[in-house]
């Protein structure tokens, strides 16, 4: 008996929980949709990347955290449950301010390679608490993330370790991987996202009409770094060994059943 609930409890937890589960395609269900929009402001050009995430019945953080460069606001992050067990993701800045700041080697908070950037040299942004923005762009490829540190989520590193478990999504034109990371050091555990949008900047003509387009080549340039070097996403999953992920799935699904309100 005690072995059959635990494989219903596990069954039950990936058809009801979108953070431990898999389509059958092996991609995360956790991510239910994905919206990338550009426009220009005062020939500044703006990147908002939005996504709705589905934790179950797991109730996460309403945040909105500022993007910050020399004291002047560049965007901001945004993370806000909304009715339906779904919460709204947003990532939107100013794609000079960040394009202009240095490239070197990224890490999450745990310490751990982010996802799809991997080795590759990126910008890092701290956006205070730990948390960071990531930007890899190239001639070939544009690449963003973004990891906030959760101290509801601390107790999983405390019981489990450090981990990484980020499933592949595929949505339209865009490939990613969104989950959880975790550390045994407190404020060093918490949700990521990361996101490949590539094909959705590469010629656009921003909406500056035929009168506009060497304007609109500068603007793809600054997107895309056509001077910088060419990079190789990755694209494998981040997971833990077979038994940290079922300990995982277990906790996971224990605070879905009691819809636990995660602290900030």
């Not at 919206?35 to 050009?45: A, F, G, M, R, S």
């Not at 890092?124 to 070939?140: E, I, R």
Request: glycine share 10%; proline share 4%; with cysteine.
């Amino acid at each position: 008996m005690g072995i059959r609930h635990t494989l219903t409890t596990l069954a039950l937890g990936t058809s009801l929980l979108g953070l431990v589960s898999c389509g059958s395609n092996g991609n995360s269900n956790m991510v239910k949709g994905l919206k990338v929009d550009t426009t220009v402001v005062d020939n500044q050009l703006k990147l908002r990347v939005s996504s709705e995430i589905d934790f179950g019945a797991i109730i996460m953080p309403s945040l909105q955290i500022p993007i910050l460069k020399d004291g002047a606001n560049i965007g901001s992050v945004s993370l806000v449950p909304v009715v339906g067990n779904k919460t709204q993701f947003v990532v939107e800045y100013n794609v000079a301010e960040v394009g202009n700041l240095g490239l070197g080697s990224v890490t999450l908070p745990n310490g751990t390679l982010a996802p799809l950037i991997g080795t590759n040299p990126a910008i890092s942004l701290n956006l205070g608490n730990n948390a960071k923005l990531y930007v890899a762009a190239a001639a070939n490829a544009y690449a963003l993330g973004v990891a906030i540190p959760i101290s509801g989520l601390d107790s999983i590193g405390q019981s489990l370790g450090g981990l990484n478990f980020f499933p592949m999504f595929t949505i339209d034109k865009a490939m990613g991987a969104a989950g959880i990371f975790a550390s045994n050091t407190p404020g060093k555990s918490g949700f990521a996202f990361f996101v490949d949008v590539t094909q959705y900047l590469q010629g656009l003509d921003f909406g500056l009409g035929q009168t506009s387009q060497s304007k609109a080549l500068a603007m793809s340039k600054e997107l895309m770094q056509m001077e910088a070097h060419e990079i190789a996403l990755d694209y494998d999953q981040q997971r833990p060994s077979a038994a940290k992920e079922k300990a995982l799935k277990e906790i996971l699904y224990k605070w879905h059943t009691q819809k636990k309100r995660i602290a900030r």
